[in-house]
């Protein structure tokens, strides 16, 4: 899969930075998130680099399915599903996102009503 040399989850996904990794396939890699928001917090990347949602054309399509599937599977490894989790992708700067490439936050452990209170 295309990779950028320059890119955090593209140098976890090739092995060169060690990760906490909970899958890993041909298609994707997931592991936890470093600075976690819930008690559990994975990223679920595609081992293409794709830098942000603005980014994808319709050749992504069956990439990025790929990844909301394998995010759901390690929810319910994970044992999320019983009381239910959050899936995030943040798009931009503005939106929160810190590494441009595509990953998918999977967050449970907590609850997340909406609206909070």
């Given at each position: 899969m295309a990779?950028?040399?320059?890119?955090?989850?593209?140098?976890?996904?090739?092995?060169?930075?060690p990760?906490k990794?909970?899958?890993e396939?041909?298609?994707?890699v997931?592991?936890?998130?470093i600075n976690?928001?819930?008690?559990?917090?994975?990223?679920?990347i595609p081992?293409?680099?794709?830098?942000?949602?603005?980014?994808?054309?319709?050749?992504?399509?069956?990439?990025?399915?790929?990844t909301i599937?394998?995010?759901s599977?390690?929810?319910?490894?994970l044992?999320l599903?019983e009381?239910?989790?959050?899936?995030?992708?943040n798009?931009?700067?503005g939106?929160?996102q810190?590494?441009?490439?595509i990953?998918?936050?999977?967050?449970?452990?907590?609850?997340?009503?909406?609206?909070?209170?």
């Amino acid at each position: 899969m295309a990779g950028n040399a320059q890119c955090l989850f593209c140098r976890i996904a090739s092995g060169e930075i060690p990760a906490k990794k909970v899958h890993e396939d041909a298609d994707v890699v997931a592991f936890h998130d470093i600075n976690p928001q819930a008690p559990t917090h994975v990223l679920v990347i595609p081992r293409k680099h794709i830098p942000m949602l603005n980014d994808l054309t319709d050749a992504d399509a069956a990439t990025i399915g790929t990844t909301i599937v394998r995010a759901s599977e390690i929810a319910r490894e994970l044992r999320l599903h019983e009381d239910g989790y959050r899936l995030v992708v943040n798009n931009g700067e503005g939106a929160g996102q810190t590494v441009f490439h595509i990953h998918v936050h999977v967050l449970g452990g907590r609850g997340f009503r909406w609206p909070p209170g």
